[in-house]
């Protein structure tokens, strides 16, 4: 056969690596495993099979933990956390160095005993999960030596629970331990139940490396054992999963004061414009969806084609397909291998069955027996087809055609959920214009599945909250440096009389830029210290909020205002506020039967200034990713968000959940102080003098109880903060699951909103997303 004719044909002849070691290994090992708790490893019992998905062969007998060894495990934890946490960032940076050096040391052993658990090509293994799990270990044993120097105001949350999937088994296990590690926390980390292996591999290199005992405790098991770690005394859950055991996590975890990370499914666009260097984009689709199998979470499985090239490019990739080869996943030319587990064969069978649009093509000969399905794409979708819309998480491929760069944006957009999205283009005019119009928490251009440790990793809407990656995942992983106190609770003034002025002067809610009366059609009086009548507020129904939401959504062009205009806006309201301060800082006396009236009103006027400094300085970063080019770390506003103000500080509290939440862009939806309103509809006349646009800011009087529910269940509100009480808190966090929307709430805990606590870089974090957009260089 000539040279030509092998290029022609493409034949090859395998390439098997040698999987003897990793067989000795398990070997060794007894080929049964227990947990890894407290620096050693439990009583094996053979409870489960963790087996090869290419050929079925049984690997290793697992154990599936009691309540009473999960309580073991996090008790591990809890006693080495603050000694952990005291050996100082420099210590911390030595172990995470070591383990680094270790998975170097062992990575041929990870990258196949990877592969013979996931089934994913050897090559992945080896090029991508390993290095790239290493990359976090190293890159987090820098975090853990800056720490001191560059945070010096956070601190560890404590004991982190961290539940993996079996998709990238080693690499998800090193995103999550290696910076809670970093930040002094310890973790009771549990694998999925497919994919338990590396992680005991793991397990034994922190032996290795001397790891003090408790920091990492591992436990093995399924969704039940998930549960209970959810459940148990932790002070963190990250979780990468699915989305409706996210929800269940959300549901569960709510009002229990756990912070919460959820890195959820995706549907991710990929769109390709006329321009492209069309060979270069087919070539990111064989990254994109059959990239481990199409078992991704940000895998591009969504594909957009421009409709000038659309046959072509359809054409192209129906070739590449045909070349793609599917089989035993130690082969090292083998492109496609085993998908996890007979379970996910099964699923990804049924979805695509279930299917009734679009034109079907599959490609390439899969192996008579092992989970293996073959790569696929469907063309001619509709937007609503089913295909179009859920996960499949396999090499399954949907398309579907657009005409504009604004339909692009729209089909793009219309999904649930929001993780990434790839761009091609050869204009970089283009490129840019949409990049920051599509709702993706990262955004590759001319690229696909890009991913480092230096740039946070994560999504928006159903795709879950919190960053994994960078400095904005760090904050996943610590707390500010405070001691807080409960909340006090302040029960409004009572009183008893009628009213001296005969004419209704009861305030409205402010919505959509206009003063209206409440859908309920009922007001409340609001009574001095001593008794007196100080006026009337309505009480907003649900109907009212969700004016309120529909108001604050429309008024979207907000987002897209330079932080220069809204900087001059928030001084216009100082302005317009100060010049009525004698009459706040009475009223404010009146409500609160106290003589802060004036202070809190000068705070307030100072905390204007402050945002409004800050609405052109808060910028984005451009993160050292290892490749020719940059990953932009873009801050965008959050969208619509609904503050519960706090009962406390009437004017300061509303103004300092207010001026951070627009100076970034968003619109937000202000429930005002339940027992001292009238600040807040006092305000709704600074802010009709102050150019702010209609829908931007929204208040709303009345029990917040009912208007906390109704905000944390909109679909059309992106995040809600809580500074209530403490079953607000929990309100807003459980019903805030259907949608997955952002939650930040006090727990019951108070703030001091005259001080430090009451502003600043916290609120900032709150108010925006990080979207990073990949631009590599170059031909
Ligand atoms: P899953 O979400 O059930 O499993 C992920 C992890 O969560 C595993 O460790 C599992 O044991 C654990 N878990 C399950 N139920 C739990 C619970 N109630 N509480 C706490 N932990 C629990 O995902 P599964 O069933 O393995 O896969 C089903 C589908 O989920 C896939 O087809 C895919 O669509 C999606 N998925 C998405 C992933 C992503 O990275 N976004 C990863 C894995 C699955």
Redesign the pocket.
């Given at each position: 056969m000539s040279v030509s004719e092998i290029y022609e044909t493409m034949d090859y002849g395998t390439a098997p690596e040698n999987a003897a070691d990793a067989l000795a290994w398990l070997v060794d090992q007894g080929s049964r495993f227990g947990h890894f708790i407290d620096g050693a490893f439990t009583e094996a019992r053979d409870d489960f099979e963790s087996r090869n998905p290419a050929n079925g062969n049984v690997l290793a007998t697992l154990t599936q933990a009691s309540q009473a060894e999960v309580d073991t495990a996090v008790a591990a934890a809890r006693k080495a956390q603050p000694k952990w946490a005291k050996l100082g960032g420099h210590g911390r940076a030595r172990f995470l160095y070591a383990l680094a050096r270790l998975l170097q040391k062992h990575s041929r052993l990870f990258a196949v005993l990877e592969t013979l658990d996931n089934g994913k090509p050897i090559r992945e293994a080896r090029d991508v999960d390993v290095p790239l799990a290493q990359r976090h270990f190293y890159y987090h044993a820098g975090m853990a030596q800056l720490m001191e120097t560059e945070l010096p105001d956070a601190e560890a949350l404590g004991v982190c629970g961290q539940?993996?999937?079996?998709?990238f088994p080693l690499l998800m296990l090193a995103w999550k331990v290696a910076p809670a590690l970093a930040m002094g926390n310890t973790v009771v980390l549990?694998?999925?139940?497919y994919t338990s292996l590396t992680a005991l591999q793991f397990a034994d290199i922190c032996v290795q490396a001397g790891l003090p005992k408790g920091v990492v405790n591992i436990v093995t098991g399924?969704?039940a054992?998930?549960?209970m770690?959810?459940q148990a005394e932790v002070d963190k859950i990250a979780?990468?999963?699915?989305t409706p055991?996210g929800r269940?996590?959300r549901e569960a975890t709510a009002g229990s004061g756990k912070a919460l990370t959820l890195?959820?499914?995706?549907k991710s666009p990929y769109i390709v414009f006329d321009d492209a260097d069309l060979d270069s984009a087919v070539e990111g689709l064989v990254d994109a969806i059959w990239f481990n199998q199409g078992q991704v979470?940000c895998a591009g499985s969504r594909l957009l084609v421009h409709e000038p090239v659309a046959d072509r490019f359809y054409a192209k990739l129906r070739a590449r397909m045909a070349k793609l080869r599917v089989g035993d996943p130690l082969d090292k030319s083998v492109d496609v291998g085993a998908l996890v587990d007979p379970v996910?064969v099964q699923?990804v069978t049924e979805m695509v069955a279930a299917n009734t649009s679009g034109e079907v093509f599959t490609a390439g000969d899969i192996p008579a027996t092992g989970c293996y399905y073959p790569p696929t794409l469907i063309t001619g979708m509709n937007p609503a087809d089913p295909l179009m819309q859920d996960?499949i998480?396999g090499p399954v491929l949907v398309s579907t055609t657009f005409r504009t760069p604004a339909e692009a944006v729209e089909l793009a957009n219309n999904t649930r959920y929001g993780l990434a999205a790839t761009v091609w283009s050869e204009n970089i005019n283009l490129a840019l214009d949409i990049a920051p119009k599509l709702v993706s928490g990262i955004v590759w251009v001319n690229g696909t599945n890009m991913m480092d440790a230096a740039a946070g990793f994560g999504g928006v809407r159903e795709s879950g909250f919190g960053r994994e990656g960078g400095w904005e995942g760090l904050a996943a992983y610590t707390r500010p440096k405070t001691t807080q106190k409960p909340l006090k609770e302040i029960t409004a003034f009572s009183g008893s009389g009628t009213p001296a002025d005969p004419i209704d002067r009861t305030a409205k809610l402010y919505i959509g830029g206009k003063q209206s009366r409440p859908d309920s059609g009922y007001s409340a009086p609001v009574w001095g210290k001593s008794g007196d009548l100080l006026g009337h507020v309505s009480l907003a129904s649900r109907k009212d909020v969700r004016n309120a939401a529909e108001a604050a959504h429309a008024a979207k062009g907000w987002s897209k205002t330079t932080g220069h205009l809204r900087a001059q806006i928030l001084y216009y309201i100082a302005e317009n506020l100060a010049a009525r301060g004698d009459e706040f800082a009475r009223r404010l006396d009146a409500m609160q039967g106290a003589k802060s009236g004036k202070s809190e009103v000068d705070l307030a006027v100072k905390r204007l200034f402050t945002y409004a400094a800050w609405a052109d300085k808060y910028d984005g970063q451009v993160h050292g990713v290892p490749i020719r080019g940059v990953a932009l770390a873009m801050k965008e506003p959050v969208g619509v968000i609904g503050a519960l103000c706090p009962a406390e500080a009437p004017l300061l509290g509303l103004i300092s959940c207010m001026a951070p939440a627009i100076a970034m862009g968003n619109r937000i939806i202000l429930s005002a102080s339940g027992p001292f309103p009238l600040a807040a509809t006092d305000f709704v006349q600074v802010l009709e003098t102050s150019d702010v646009p209609a829908g931007v800011v929204n208040i709303l009087t009345g029990p917040q109880k009912d208007i906390a529910e109704t905000l944390a269940r909109h679909m059309d509100v992106d995040a809600v903060w809580s500074f209530g009480d403490k079953a607000q808190s929990e309100t807003v966090e459980r019903a805030s699951a259907q949608n997955l929307k952002r939650t930040w709430v006090n727990n019951g805990m108070a703030r001091d909103w005259d001080g430090a606590e009451g502003e600043g870089k916290a609120f900032l974090h709150a108010a925006t997303e990080v979207k990073n957009i990949w631009i590599p260089y170059g031909e």
């Open positions: 539940i993996i999937p079996w998709n549990k694998p999925a139940e399924d969704g054992v998930g549960e770690i959810v979780f990468t999963g699915s055991v269940r996590i890195e959820l499914g995706g979470c996910q699923r996960e998480f």
